[in-house]
């Protein structure tokens, strides 16, 4: 049998899983957004943002409010912000450590590259002369 605190944690992070939800919850940290407003945000079809919205609306990442003809969408639990800060975090230092290992790249080119002429005048005084 699974653990329920697993499987809830798969489907969260399923919620996540997808830029156009991710920027929703980004634009929400600000406060609440009608859906037209969202939608603006997405640069994408209307259905879209609905389509997003009900992923995170089904899986209690987001809760609507009707006021009149509108609907108000806020995130339900601020920690997710954090999870998002968190998130943001290990990609920078994802892209920390790539700059180093580009950097080691770089330093190893060059002194490949300085290496390379002195080898070959090593290489021309020890070739016979004709």
Same mark, same amino acid.
């Given at each position: ?39 603006? /945000? /997405? ?35 601020? /920690?997710?912000?954090?999870? /998002? ?46």
């Amino acid at each position: 049998m699974q653990n329920p605190v697993r499987r809830f944690k798969a489907e969260f992070f399923k919620a996540l899983a997808h830029p156009g939800r991710i920027k929703i919850l980004e634009a929400l940290r600000l406060g609440e957004k009608t859906v037209g407003e969202l939608q603006a /945000l /997405l640069d994408e079809e209307p259905a879209s943002a609905s389509q997003q919205l009900t992923v995170l609306r089904l899986k209690n990442i987001v809760v609507g409010r009707k006021a009149g003809s509108n609907v108000f969408y806020s995130v339900r639990d601020p /920690l997710v912000f954090q999870l /998002l800060d968190v998130a943001r975090g290990i990609f920078n230092n994802h892209l920390i450590d790539t700059q180093d290992t580009l950097s080691m790249l770089r330093e190893e080119e060059e002194a490949l590259a300085s290496a390379l002429p002195q080898e070959r005048s090593k290489q021309k005084s020890l070739s016979p002369k004709s």
